[in-house]
């Protein structure tokens, strides 16, 4: 099994304690959850054969918990054309 490290973009009020009490025990035990700018967030390091079945089983478990959905995944490994840019010490029109 591989380990794959990504994150949710989570609407719905990770502040509300009884929210990520429902999280944890929906299994997102793995997660680090937060909130910034009124964002929420979880952060997952998980194992399993592929990165769509992390991702899968990540997503069901946060949609299990009433008042949240997933607005969308964001691996870890994708960076942008600008961070691409800065480390290549180039325009990111160039790149």
């Keep these: 099994m591989s380990e794959y490290e990504f994150s949710l973009v989570i609407s719905g009020n990770l502040e509300d304690q009884e929210l990520l009490d429902a999280l944890f025990e929906a299994g997102c035990d793995d997660a680090t959850c937060g909130q910034v700018d009124g964002v929420g967030y979880a952060d ?16 069901e478990q946060v949609e299990s ?31």
Excluded: C, N
């Design 44 to 59: 997952f390091v998980r194992e399993a054969p592929t990165f769509g079945e992390v991702v899968r089983s990540a997503i």
């Design 65 to 95: 918990v009433p008042g949240l959905r997933v607005a969308r995944v964001e691996p870890k490994d994708l960076i942008t054309m600008s961070e691409i840019a800065q480390r290549r010490r180039r325009t990111r029109e160039s790149v």
